[in-house]
Antibody
């Protein structure tokens, strides 16, 4: 069965960076888009972008240009999202999802000094 | 960017009641997806391409619409249907979600 296992909770300082992982199993990793979504506390869902692991192509929501960088490692079927120059506004739960039908459990990122 | 406006923001329904949630797009979209999210969990794809039920979704749910107006209907509300429902368009970038309708049981 399709599973997406995300890395654990992160507590990070302002102005730093964090890299979240999403390990995929149960399907062909290289043939499906991996999307990333943000959910700020008490808020709705925002699409950050996608990566196509087969060729590394990416598409970003302009709002997250320069904030998020998506990468993928075909050898380990793992997608990554790096968030940079973190502020309190970046405190949120981040989800990975393939085709939007399957989602990871979410990674909570808290930005605090 | 296509803005999706969901209504109502919050509502409560009694068991057995018919419920309709609405999603309006700022520009025409080809289809709409719907997600169910319970507190503290990941969203689940609930209805895709406007009217197709995702795997495991009870057939008391249905979806309809076209252009700028879409809806999700529950024929007969059940306790387990209490959750937040989000619509999402995939017709143009950036992909966008509605702000959600929180559905509670009376």
């Amino acid at each position: 069965q399709v599973q997406l296992q995300q890395s654990g909770t992160e507590l990070v300082k302002p102005a730093s960076s964090v890299k979240i992982s999403c390990k995929a199993s149960g399907y062909t990793f290289t043939s499906n888009y991996m999307h990333w979504i943000r959910q700020q506390p008490g808020n709705g869902l925002e699409w950050i972008g996608w990566i196509y692991p087969g060729n590394g192509n990416t598409k970003y929501n302009q709002k997250f240009d320069g904030k998020a960088t998506l990468t993928a490692d075909k050898s380990s079927s793992t997608a990554y999202m790096q968030l940079s120059s973190l502020t309190s506004e970046d405190s949120a739960v981040y989800f990975c999802g393939t085709g939007f039908a399957y989602w990871g459990q979410g990674t909570l990122v808290t930005v605090s000094s | 960017e296509i803005v999706l406006t969901q209504s109502p923001t919050t509502m409560a329904a009694s068991p057995g009641e018919k419920v309709t949630l609405t999603c309006r797009a700022s520009s025409s979209v080809s289809y709409m997806h719907w997600y169910q999210q319970r507190s503290g969990t990941s969203p689940k794809l609930w209805i895709y391409e406007t009217s197709k039920l995702a795997s495991g979704v009870p057939n008391r749910f249905s979806g309809s619409g076209s252009g700028t107006s879409y809806s999700l209907t529950i024929n007969s509300m059940e306790t387990e249907d209490a959750a937040t429902y989000y619509c999402q368009q995939g017709s143009s970038y950036p992909l966008t979600f509605g702000s959600g309708t929180k559905l509670e049981i009376k």
